[in-house]
Every structure is written in structure tokens, then in C-alpha cells.
């Protein structure tokens, strides 16, 4: 059974990837990011836990989180974030485990499943994969890309910010099976993804 652990910095192109690999190969792909957002659903454990530290100014009026007032808070004391993060990761952790669980019952041996997961070093969730592919690109493309996801509402140093709170790239690569370059077409990233479902780790 193959285990992609899909991986890199933010805006480097993670998505991007795994639309293709279950585009043109039809692999499932599971993300941790949707798995982070179900954590924080209204009257979930998590969101609850949230509000008792933070109060219910991070909550929106129909009681959802209000995603950009937790980021102001996480992004702006390291604390915080290990803090939120330490709530939210078992949450996303127990959802791989219960995915590959099933993966093993029900897919063939040979089978391949993706596993969409930003933080996969600094959550230590390397031990779920059995195979680690970082996506680069420079860090100019690397803001840029996140100032326009954001559709301007980051500002540089916002964004920089951000990407500072991650494990830097360079050193994310030093540990990659694979490293897939994202700073040229998407041509040329097809074929390195192509390349790397070619070969065997």
C-alpha cells in the first residue's frame, strides 16, 4: 500500500497536486485542512475549547469560528498557535487513521491514497505515510501566491508571517522522498508528479 504524504509550504501548491493525482489517477485524496475544518464545526469539542480560552469574540453570529479573527491571534504569538494547534491535530490525526484503516480493509494491496498535509513534519505525522513529497518554489513566488489567495486582504508582511510560522522549505526538502519544483508551468510540474507515481521509493 502506497501512503503519499502530500506536503510543503503554504501557497506552494498542494492543491494544485492533488487535484491532478485524483484527476489523472483517480487516487483518494484525504486533507488534513478539511479534517481541521470539520474539528471546528459549532458545538464541537474543539470549537468549545477555543472559545474558553478566547471568548466568544472569535465566534461569528451564527456561531461558526471566525476564521480570520483566531488567525490574528495564532499568527502573532507562537504560544497560541502551539496552544490551537495542540487541540486540533489529534482531531485530524484520529481521521487518517480511521481513513487508512478502511484503505487496508477494502482497497487492494497495491493501492494508492494521498494524504493532503501541510503541517505533516510539525504535526509529526510522518509515521502515517510511507512516502514524503514536498512542493517548492521560491520565497518571492511563495508570497505572492498568498498575497493573491488572499485576494489582498494579506499584506507582506502578513503573509511573510505566515510562511514564517512553518518549518522552513529548505529543510522540509532535506527530508522528501520526492521534491516536486512548482516555480516553472504546470507542464513541467505534471511531469515531475508523473515521474514520481513512475517510481518506487
Not at 497536486?17 to 489517477?25: D, K, M
Not at 499568527?75 to 487513521?97: A, G, K, M, N, Y
Not at 478502511?102 to 505525522?125: C, G, R, W, Y
Amino acid at each position: 500500500m502506497r501512503l503519499i504524504g502530500l506536503t510543503g509550504g503554504i501557497s506552494t501548491g498542494k492543491t494544485t497536486v492533488s487535484n491532478y493525482l485524483a484527476q489523472t489517477y483517480s487516487f483518494p485524496i484525504w486533507d488534513a485542512d478539511v479534517y481541521s475544518r470539520e474539528a471546528v464545526q459549532p458545538n464541537s469539542p474543539v470549537l468549545l475549547a477555543l472559545v474558553g480560552r478566547y471568548g466568544t469574540e472569535i465566534l461569528l453570529s451564527d456561531g461558526s469560528l471566525n476564521r480570520p479573527q483566531l488567525g490574528s491571534i495564532i499568527f502573532s504569538s507562537l504560544t497560541e498557535r502551539h496552544w490551537v494547534e495542540q487541540q486540533i491535530h489529534p482531531v485530524v490525526r484520529d481521521r487518517f487513521c480511521e481513513n487508512i484503516q478502511q484503505f487496508q480493509h477494502q482497497a487492494d494491496k497495491n493501492a494508492t491514497a494521498v494524504l493532503s498535509i501541510p503541517l505533516l513534519f510539525e504535526a509529526e505525522m510522518t509515521d502515517l505515510v510511507t512516502e514524503i513529497w514536498v512542493i517548492y518554489c521560491s520565497p518571492q513566488q511563495q508570497q505572492s501566491r498568498l498575497i493573491q489567495r488572499s485576494q489582498g486582504s494579506l499584506t507582506p508582511e502578513q503573509a511573510q508571517a505566515r510562511i514564517d510560522s512553518q518549518m522552513p522549505l529548505e529543510q522540509k526538502c532535506k527530508m522528501a522522498d520526492v521534491v516536486l519544483d512548482n516555480s516553472s508551468t504546470l507542464e513541467v510540474l505534471w511531469q515531475q508528479v508523473d515521474l514520481a507515481i513512475a517510481r518506487t521509493i
